[in-house]
C-alpha cells in the first residue's frame, strides 16, 4: 500500500479542496490524487462516479487560472476510484480563481501537504514563467483602478479602453492579468517619489520634504507643481531693463523628472529621491546603467530603455520625444553655464544633477577686462552687485548681504573674487571697509 507523499494525495470523497491540491501539483514538481480512497490508502469508492467525475473535469477548469487542463488527465479505476494525473504547469504560479494571486490561492507541494506559498515563492514563479522584464511580468496585486491613467489618455487624446490594454503591455495574452505595467501606471502604484529641501550644500540642514503617490502619472504632476514652487526667480537690472532667470530652466527640471520616472528600475521597491538645496538639485532614480553603457554614452544621447513599453507610452502621450533626446536637451539649456550638469552612476542608482544657474560661477558672460587678459566670467550676482555699484557708487558689507540675501561669509568670498577679476576695489578693513567699481 502506497502512503500520501509528495506527489500522491488521497481522497475519499470530492471535496472543495481538491482544487488546491491540483494548483498545489501544478505548481510543484506534478502527483496523482486519487478520488475514492482514504489518506490511510483504504479504498472507499465513490458513491456517484459518473456525476462526481462531470463535476471534477468542469470545476477544475473554471475554479483553476491559467487554464491547468492541458496538464491534467483522468483516469477511472474499475468504476470506483478517479485517478486525477496532474503534471508540472509551464505558466505558474497557478492559483484558486475566487482568491486570486495571492497566498491564500496559491498553493504548493510541502512534504506530503498541500500549503499556501509565500510572496517570495508566488514572485519566484512569476519570474521563472515570465522571463526578466519586470514591466511584462505580471503583477501579484490584481485588484487595480486606473482613474489618474484614464485622466491623462484624455487630456492628450489618446485611446485608453480596456481593448487597448494588451496592445499597451498592461494585460498578458496567457491569462489576461495585469502587469507590472498596469501596476505602476494604476492608483494603487506601490512606488513613490520623495523630495527633500535642504538648508545647506551638503543636504544636511532640512527644511521640507514631500512624498509623492499613486499613478505615476500622478506622480509626475505632483512633483513637478513642486519643483516649480522651489524654482525662485532671480531679478537683475541691465541699465534700466530689468533682467528676470529662474534658478532652473523649467524644460531641464521637466525632462529630468521624466528621465527619473520613466528609467528607474522598478523591480526595486525603493522610492527616486530628489534633493534640493541652494546650489544644485539631484535626481537620484533606482538601477544603473544597463550593461554596456556609460555615463558619456548617456550624455551623447545613446539610450537603451530600461522599462520599454512604459518608455513607449510616454512617448504616444508626448511627453518625451525619441530616446535619449532629454538628456541632450538638459545640456543644451545649460550650454552657456559655467557650471554644467553632471551624472554620477554606481551599480544601483543613476544621479542627475542640475546646477543652480543663479547661484555662483553658473550663468556667465563674458567682459573683456583687457585685450591681453582671457574673459572675466560675470555671473548674475556679481551683474547685481555692478549695477548697484554704478548707481549708488559705493556699498559696504551689510549692504551686499542683504541686496544679495546672503550670509557673511559668502558675501566674502564673493567680494574677493570680483576683487581678484578688476571688477571691483576693497577700500579699507572691518567694519570701514567698503566696495567701489574698479
Request: net charge negative; charged share 30%; aromatic share 4%.
Given at each position: 500500500m502506497q502512503y500520501e507523499s509528495g506527489c500522491i494525495e488521497y481522497k475519499s470523497q470530492m471535496i472543495d479542496d481538491i482544487y488546491k491540491e491540483v494548483i498545489a501539483f501544478a505548481n510543484t514538481d506534478g502527483g496523482v490524487i486519487y478520488i475514492g480512497i482514504d489518506d490511510k490508502g483504504n479504498l472507499t469508492?465513490?458513491?456517484?462516479?459518473d456525476e462526481t467525475y462531470t463535476r471534477l473535469t468542469n470545476e477544475i477548469r473554471d475554479a483553476i487560472a491559467p487554464d491547468v487542463t492541458m496538464f491534467v488527465r483522468y483516469v477511472l479505476q474499475d468504476n470506483k476510484v478517479i485517478q486525477i494525473e496532474v503534471g508540472e504547469g509551464s505558466y505558474k504560479p497557478y492559483y484558486l480563481k475566487s482568491k486570486g494571486m495571492k497566498p491564500n490561492g496559491v498553493y504548493v507541494r510541502q512534504g506530503a501537504s498541500s500549503v499556501q506559498a509565500s510572496p517570495d515563492q508566488i514572485r519566484?514563479?512569476?519570474?521563472?514563467s515570465d522571463g526578466d522584464v519586470f514591466e511584462e511580468m505580471r503583477t501579484a496585486q490584481q485588484e487595480l483602478s486606473f482613474e489618474e491613467a484614464e485622466r491623462t489618455f484624455k487630456r492628450y487624446k489618446v485611446d485608453f479602453s480596456e481593448a487597448k490594454y494588451i496592445a499597451l503591455g498592461l494585460r498578458n495574452i496567457h491569462d489576461d492579468q495585469y502587469t507590472n505595467l498596469a501596476m505602476i501606471l494604476s492608483d494603487q502604484c506601490q512606488h513613490t517619489t520623495k523630495i527633500a529641501v535642504f538648508g545647506d550644500?551638503?543636504?544636511?540642514?532640512?527644511?521640507?520634504?514631500k512624498e509623492f503617490g499613486g499613478s505615476i502619472f500622478k506622480q509626475l504632476d505632483d512633483s513637478y507643481a513642486y519643483l516649480?514652487?522651489?524654482?525662485r526667480t532671480a531679478a537683475t537690472f541691465k541699465?534700466?531693463?530689468r533682467v528676470e532667470l529662474s534658478d532652473y530652466p523649467e524644460d531641464a527640471l521637466r525632462e529630468a523628472l521624466l528621465n527619473a520616472l520613466v528609467h528607474r528600475d522598478y523591480s526595486y521597491s525603493g522610492s527616486i529621491i530628489i534633493n534640493v538645496n541652494d546650489s544644485c538639485i539631484?535626481?537620484?532614480?533606482?538601477?544603473g546603467l544597463l550593461p554596456g553603457l556609460s555615463a558619456d554614452d548617456i550624455r551623447n544621447g545613446i539610450s537603451q530603455p530600461r522599462n520599454r513599453k512604459l518608455a513607449e507610452i510616454f512617448h504616444r502621450l508626448r511627453l518625451i520625444e525619441s530616446y535619449g533626446i532629454g538628456i541632450r536637451k538638459i545640456y543644451a539649456l545649460y550650454k552657456d553655464c559655467a557650471v554644467q550638469p553632471r551624472i554620477e552612476v554606481t551599480t544601483n542608482t543613476f544621479k542627475l544633477v542640475l546646477p543652480n544657474m543663479n547661484a555662483s560661477g553658473s550663468v556667465a558672460e563674458s567682459?573683456?577686462?583687457?585685450a591681453e587678459k582671457a574673459p572675466v566670467v560675470v555671473t548674475p550676482q556679481m551683474k547685481t552687485v555692478m549695477d548697484y555699484l554704478a548707481e549708488y557708487g559705493e556699498m559696504t558689507d551689510?549692504?551686499?548681504?542683504e541686496l544679495l540675501n546672503i550670509k557673511k561669509t559668502r558675501a566674502y568670498l564673493l567680494a574677493r573674487q570680483m576683487s581678484e577679476c578688476g571688477l571691483i576695489d576693497i577700500i579699507g578693513r572691518g567694519a570701514a571697509k567698503k566696495y567701489k567699481l574698479k
Open positions: 469508492g465513490i458513491d456517484n462516479v519566484r514563479m512569476i519570474k521563472d550644500d551638503a543636504n544636511i540642514t532640512f527644511k521640507d520634504a516649480t514652487l522651489c524654482n541699465g534700466l531693463e539631484e535626481f537620484i532614480s533606482i538601477g567682459v573683456p577686462e583687457t551689510e549692504d551686499l548681504q
